[in-house]
């Protein structure tokens, strides 16, 4: 009886999408440290810059993305797929709201990963348990409709920051200076069920 039952509880958790742990944020190159020790300053310029420059109907919609804290929710909870929508700011114009694309959570070998499967621009990565209620988030972008490499493969696709989780409905994955194209501040790719 006890081996049948150790052997349901390596099943159950075998089964059990995971977060990855142990290299975030100490695993990322020294410009993606940099990037997320400077995360609070750079989100905070940027929503500055898109609220006293950007129309006000995209600002009403930033302020309802923007609107939540972090509230944990276990892994198996954020499996699946998503609408997103990209929002840039600052930068090149003050903010920038895409319509929705894609985007699907996943467990693989590493731990959880997210991608964005649709649009101009697809990114892929990991997300890191930080023991706090938001996760960290690994990743890289292309520019296209080829397939996003790993985090650290091609340095100049990198993205780093933190997947914000509002409820088992709601998502957000905020980076500082977001590849590929890094023309804005900050992004913000929102996911809603």
Do not use: H
């Not at 990963?113 to 348990?129: E, I, V």
Request: proline share 7%; aromatic share 6%; net charge neutral.
């Amino acid at each position: 009886m006890k081996a049948v039952c150790g052997l349901l509880v390596g099943l159950a958790l075998a089964a059990a999408p995971a977060l990855a742990d142990g290299r975030f944020p100490q695993g990322l190159t020294p410009i993606d440290q940099a990037r997320l020790a400077g995360f609070e300053s750079a989100r905070q310029a940027a929503i500055g810059v898109a609220r006293s420059g950007g129309d006000p109907a995209d600002v009403a919609v930033l302020e309802q993305v923007l609107d939540g804290e972090a509230t944990a929710q276990p892994a198996a909870a954020l499996a699946g797929d998503w609408r997103c929508r990209l929002i840039r700011l600052g930068g090149i114009l003050p903010l920038t709201i895409y319509g929705d694309f894609r985007c699907r959570i996943t467990d693989d070998a590493a731990g959880l990963r997210l991608q964005k499967l649709t649009g101009s621009q697809r990114l892929a990565g990991t997300l890191f348990d930080t023991g706090s209620a938001r996760l960290g988030y690994a990743g890289a972008a292309v520019a296209g409709a080829g397939q996003p490499p790993r985090y650290g493969a091609e340095p100049g696709s990198n993205q780093v920051g933190y997947l914000v989780p509002l409820g088992p409905q709601r998502l957000r994955l905020e980076m500082p200076a977001a590849a590929p194209t890094r023309d804005s501040d900050f992004d913000i790719l929102e996911l809603r069920r």
